[in-house]
């Protein structure tokens, strides 16, 4: 379907851009488009105009610090995070990114669009919840940082006002780190998917359980007290055609356990 007539600017300035989008509520800023596109040929959505942010430098690139922490343009795509030495201090955010649709997503696809959709489908939620991610926003008012816990509202919604764009995503140092999930094929997007960090306390998140990842802190790092724990989350999952809810329900047990497992080397 041909998308309808749609106002565009491609602005080379993080300055610039947040203008545009602050000058005209129906503004919706464009990353990789492999998600809003495609929303638009459906007419899921109509917005007035689009922000290409392609051009915008000071959203690209990966920094790792001294102490090991990583620091991701939200316009990094998931091959450059892929192949990025800076990127293998924290090895499950590549990893998860490999397993994302095809090579030809991959290429184009951000890690700021990726959340920033908030699909409950998508792998990099529950990820970047449970590594304990800090997303960094920002406005003509100033950059604020939100917490990976808060900052997924529901689906498709974040803590990404009007006029405000993601910058920056920052994930502390670590390693110990783990990652399940049922995907619909090898490349498909998730039916169930769960992320578990073991650098200090285990901390898991559960993906398509939830409209956003739900966040466990089992008692101890024991299968019993992780199953225990995604049961007292008294989780309400859908039901569709790829799984009822009490299937997703129980792979969302067997996830978590294998995550957390993988997380503590095991």
């Known amino acids: 379907m041909l998308l309808r007539e749609v106002g ?82 924290r090895p499950i955010l590549g990893a998860v990114c490999a397993q994302i649709a095809d090579v030809q997503v991959r290429n184009r696809g951000t890690i700021g669009g990726n959340i920033c959709t908030s699909d409950p489908t998508n792998h990099l939620p529950p990820l970047l919840a449970a590594l304990h991610a800090e997303m960094t926003i920002q406005s003509s008012d100033g950059t604020r940082t939100v917490p990976a816990a808060d900052f997924f509202l529901g689906v498709y919604m974040t803590a990404v006002g009007p006029g405000e764009l993601l910058t920056k995503i920052k994930l502390p140092a670590g390693r110990n780190d783990g990652f399940a999930a049922v995907t619909l094929g090898v490349e498909g997007t998730c039916i169930v998917s769960a992320a578990a960090s073991a650098n200090g306390s285990l901390t898991i998140a559960l993906g398509c359980v939830d409209a956003v990842p739900v966040v466990l802190a089992p008692d101890s790092a024991e299968d019993d007290a992780i199953r225990t724990a995604v049961r007292a989350a008294d989780l309400d999952p859908p039901s569709d055609v790829h799984a009822s809810r009490a299937y997703r329900r129980h792979l969302a047990e067997v996830l978590a356990v294998r995550a957390a497992r993988q997380a503590q080397g095991s």
């Open 8 to 89: 565009y600017a491609r602005p080379g300035s993080l300055g610039e851009a947040i203008e545009l989008l602050a000058a005209d509520d129906g503004a919706r800023a464009l990353a990789g488009g492999q998600t809003l596109i495609n929303v638009m040929k459906a007419r899921a959505g109509s917005p007035d105009a689009l922000v290409d942010l392609g051009r915008i430098e000071e959203l690209k690139g990966i920094e790792l610090g001294a102490d090991g922490t990583l620091e991701i343009g939200a316009m990094t795509t998931y091959t450059e995070i892929i192949e990025s030495s800076e990127a293998r201090a």
